[in-house]
């Protein structure tokens, strides 16, 4: 079955650029048909969606980020990219990747990583 | 603050039954099917209990039902056991205030 697993730093300096990766395997992104997610949690907080991404690149963002998110997609690598900038301790937080079905519910999600802004 | 409001904890005996509500607007929980819920154990990432407001995924216990009326939603656990103890979210699409998709703040479940 599909299987996502995020990568990337758990430390961030303020001000700096958040960059993770998700990792796809036991399925295509570029098969089509799903939107690829990342969806954050702050600490003892609720979920927060970040935004997708399709195969073609076509994005969607969370209006409350969309002016400091970048979501890409490497179907090559079969893997699609989360980048926010100017964070600040605000943005710490265990960031999750997860597959949208289309129909705005996630399935299966990453194991998570949580990403520390501090200097 | 949630998009969605839920009720902070929900408690109930193994074997009962426990309703945990997810209130929203018209813009999303009332405005479309597209309200799923989420179970989450410490540590754990978020499994998917509940998708578009009723059906259950593959392996998900027919003890877990969804509903919706209006603009609230529900989750009920039927004959609780010691596992349900965790943390649940629901989430809709509200695409009318084109936000993409919101969360409730979560429900602790306690198994006394």
Avoid at chain 1, 70 to 91: E, G, H, R, Y
Avoid at chain 2, 47 to 64: A, T
Wanted: proline fraction near 5%.
């Amino acid at each position: 079955q599909v299987q996502l697993q995020e990568s990337g730093p758990g430390l961030v300096k303020p001000s700096q650029t958040l960059s993770l990766t998700c990792t796809v395997s036991g399925g295509s992104i570029s098969s089509g048909g799903y939107y690829w997610s990342w969806i954050r949690q702050h600490p003892g907080k609720g979920l927060e969606w970040i935004g997708y991404i399709y195969y073609s690149g076509s994005t969607y963002y969370n209006p409350s980020l969309k002016s400091r998110v970048t979501i890409s997609v490497d179907t090559s690598k079969n893997q699609f990219s989360l980048k926010l900038s100017s964070v600040t301790a605000a943005d710490t937080a265990v960031y999750y990747c997860a597959r949208d079905t289309s129909r705005w519910w996630f399935d299966p999600w990453g194991q998570g990583t949580l990403v520390t802004v501090s200097s | 603050q949630s998009a969605l409001t839920q009720p902070p904890s929900a408690s109930g005996s193994p074997g009962q039954s426990v309703t945990i509500s997810c209130t929203g607007t018209s813009s999303d929980v009332g405005g479309y099917n597209y309200v799923s819920w989420y179970q989450q154990h410490p540590g754990k990432a978020p499994k998917l209990m509940i998708y578009e407001v009723s059906k259950r995924p593959s392996g998900v216990p027919d003890r877990f039902s969804g509903s919706k009326s209006g603009n609230t939603a529900s989750l009920t656990v039927s004959g609780l056991q010691a596992e349900d103890e965790a943390d649940y979210y629901c989430s809709s699409y509200a695409g009318s205030n084109n936000l993409g998709v919101v969360f409730g703040g979560g429900t602790k479940l306690t198994v006394l």
